[in-house]
């Protein structure tokens, strides 16, 4: 019996070592800088694109959300918002494409303590003076809002009129 407790007690000290050696970088990072814990990524889905001028709608609303948004220049609306994707810590540009007919964009979002991906995708529809917009998580059944949240923090972005030159 005392060889068992010595042998789980051997097992803690190493699980505890190995947590700390994984978490303590973490730990003295800036928050921007500092990486997620985890890097849950997940399957990159095949809904992903244009699909004869739209974006793919949302199956499971518990974890996206896809809206139109009217602009009177959807391409312009588009372009502002690159900078702010850009400067905003964990999300990435996958992929630009700024054609006057179907300008689109893909961007990865990175939760920061579990590393869960979301796609994030903006197409803008000149003809019918739409910029579409879509957030998805790639894990889970529900996002907790954060696609909503974040989809909500762009759109008032864009209302505010954020230019390229303030936002980056």
């Excluded at 990865?108 to 803008?124: K, N, P, V, W």
């Excluded at 954060?146 to 230019?163: C, H, P, Y």
Aim: include cysteine; charged fraction near 20%; glycine fraction near 8%.
């Amino acid at each position: 019996m005392p060889q068992l407790f010595l042998r789980l007690g051997r097992l803690l000290v190493t699980a505890g070592l190995w947590l700390l050696a994984v978490a303590a970088p973490l730990a003295f990072q800036p928050a921007a800088a500092a990486a997620a814990l985890f890097h849950l990524v997940g399957p990159v889905p095949v809904e992903l694109g244009l699909h004869d001028g739209r974006l793919s709608t949302c199956t499971a609303p518990s974890h996206c959300v896809r809206q139109d948004w009217p602009l009177a220049d959807p391409l312009d609306g588009l372009r502002q918002l690159v900078p702010v994707l850009k400067a905003t810590p964990g999300i990435r540009v996958e992929r630009f494409e700024e054609e006057p007919e179907a300008a689109y964009l893909h961007a990865t979002a990175e939760s920061r303590l579990f590393g869960f991906i979301d796609d994030l995708e903006l197409a803008a529809d000149a003809r019918s003076g739409v910029l579409q917009v879509r957030s998805a998580s790639r894990l889970g059944d529900s996002d907790l809002g954060v696609n909503r949240a974040r989809l909500e923090s762009l759109k008032q972005a864009l209302d505010a009129g954020i230019s390229p030159a303030a936002a980056g």
